[in-house]
């Protein structure tokens, strides 16, 4: 019975390995599966490779109100890296998230079946998600009447340190800014 | 610490990916208003997602898991669970406890998807959920190839890498790695500056980490008294990345696989020259 236990975890072993090699191909047909999608227990090692990331994509929204002008675009912020970033960068997950859904919002607008349904998309409802919590949070008394308030957002993408132009890169529709629902 | 013990090994690695852990958790709680409803990495979008996956128990059970506060108390544990390996070090017998806490709440974050975690929280939970399984058998032949498997996945992490930037003219010549360094995501303006005025130190180190990630695998054949300037360089490498990039808890994650590199490359070293 312990061989058997122990045959059985080295197997385990051999087959998760020989499935992490296998996942490394970019149109891994393992990696699509619904069971990695699921508890992510195959490694991505492409780090930085082959192109690395060399554009920094900021989200920008603004609130539009039926009665007044549209609201400045105000920037979605992420506090900067601290200097002991080295041991402790906690925003560095934020900037990440935010990279991670545009980089997969941009994914999802080149896709035959999502580029029409954008609108749709699970990143496209995550940004707007956020925005609305954003603008419900900090600007509760442009809300009194959350049918006349809509929230639109924007990307845009700078070449990082580099001085240069911040090219708008994508625009959302206009949504209204529902008031919190009691289940999700 | 016995030198010879695989067990001894795999507690020494567990301690510095647990400590990748503590700071990876403390980091989540620190910006745990993302993880409530309307949050960055709320899981009230993120399950749609997973709609396909099921409606059956082990769906419900993980979905009332990730919702807030909860998930925060999946984070907590895995500080208590982190604490409680320093408790259970010298214990073969319940170190275990804090290892399966572990593995059971990682695979759960790991099923919210990214949500702000990174290569480094998704290599500890390789660590922890493999070790747990090497844990429950209590024969040495199991223990070694969890550190097999762990030392492989290390080199597999680093051969991936790579290879990919071998075949791209702009690893060679350091334009991309400039390109990377540019980016306030990942990059640092006095590096950044240094680099684009000494193109020749920018195509070095853009070497160096090429030739460092694809020739790491040679500490699996190496014992550590020929392979540690290798290991020095990968301890440099994520150390820099650290300081450069900001990617600090990689660090833990991925050094703490470098014990199971060290014991894997001593082994293969003994089995060929003994023969």
Known sequence: MTALRDYAILAVLAAWIIASITAQARNSRLRKTRWNDFFNLLPNYRFFSPEPVSFDHKIVYRILRDDTAASPWIPLSIPPRPRYCWLWNPHQRMATGVNDVVHLLFRHAQDNFWGSRLHVSLPYIVILNHLSFIVRSKYPEMIADPEKVAVEFAITRVAGFEAGEELVVFKSYAHRVARQSSQA | ?275
């Not at chain 2, 695979?107 to 959920?129: C, E, H, P, W, Y």
């Not at chain 2, 990345?241 to 003994?270: H, I």
Request: aromatic share 14%; proline share 3%; with cysteine.
């Open chain 2, 1 to 275: 610490m016995n030198y010879q013990d695989p067990f001894d090994f795999l507690v020494f690695l567990s301690v510095i990916a647990g400590i990748g852990v503590l700071v990876s958790s403390l980091e989540m709680i620190t910006i745990r208003e993302h993880y409530q409803r309307g949050g960055l990495f709320s899981w009230e979008i993120k399950r749609v997602r997973s709609w396909g996956v099921g409606s059956g128990p082990l769906f419900h059970v993980v979905d009332a898991l990730l919702r807030y506060p909860n998930v925060l108390v999946l984070i907590s544990l895995q500080i208590v669970a982190v604490l409680l390996i320093g408790v259970f070090l010298e214990s073969r017998r319940l170190f275990i406890i804090p290892i399966s806490i572990l593995t059971v709440t990682l695979v759960l974050m790991g099923a919210s998807g990214k949500n702000g975690r990174n290569g480094a929280d998704q290599m500890s939970t390789l660590i922890f959920s493999s070790l747990f399984l090497a844990l429950l058998s209590d024969n040495v032949l199991v223990w070694k190839a969890e550190l097999w498997f762990l030392a492989l996945q290390l080199n597999l992490a680093y051969l991936t890498s790579g290879i990919l930037k071998v075949r791209k003219k702009g690893w060679w010549d350091g334009s991309y790695l400039l390109l990377a360094i540019r980016t306030q995501l990942y990059g640092n303006e006095p590096v950044w500056r240094t680099f684009r005025k000494h193109p020749r130190l920018l195509s070095l180190m853009s070497k160096v980490v090429l030739l460092l990630e694809c020739g790491f695998f040679i500490t699996l054949l190496l014992p550590l008294r020929y392979s540690w300037p290798i290991f020095l360089a990968g301890i440099l490498f994520h150390i820099a990345n650290a300081v450069a990039m900001g990617l600090n808890t990689f660090v833990w994650s991925y050094l703490a696989l470098y014990p199971a590199a060290a014991y894997c490359g001593n082994s293969a070293w003994n089995m060929v020259v003994t023969r």
